[in-house]
């Protein structure tokens, strides 16, 4: 019982901050400029995950963390694809890449 408690304690803790932003900007008048920056932040957290790994490939096969990376700044670009299905893209670019050549 101590551990579902704990687990359902954890689950609140991560919750609460995530869910506390999307209620209240909801109701503030936030400026155009800020509003874009903060549409901005999803791409800039994909680049975060996504660079490191391009830079640690492999380096006899560099041009797989290449292909990903290209993948993704492309499929960013296009303004209307979540960026959950961006990564998932440059995932699969490169285990395709990795697995077929």
């Known amino acids: 019982m101590n551990i579902l408690l704990l687990i359902f304690l954890m689950m609140l803790v991560t919750y609460i901050p995530r869910m506390l932003p ?24 994909m680049a975060a995950l ?32 979540p960026v959950v299905l961006v990564v998932v893209a440059a995932v699969l670019a490169d285990m395709a890449l990795y697995y077929f050549i």
Do not use: C, H, M
């Not at 999307?22 to 957290?45: N, V």
């Open 50 to 81: 996504i660079f490191p790994g391009v830079i640690s490939v492999d380096a006899n096969l560099w041009y797989i963390g290449v292909v990903g990376a290209l993948v993704a700044v492309l499929l960013a670009l296009v303004k209307k694809i």
């Open 22 to 45: 999307s209620q209240i900007t909801d109701k503030l008048r936030i400026g155009k400029k800020f509003r874009k920056y903060l549409e901005l932040i999803p791409y800039t957290a």
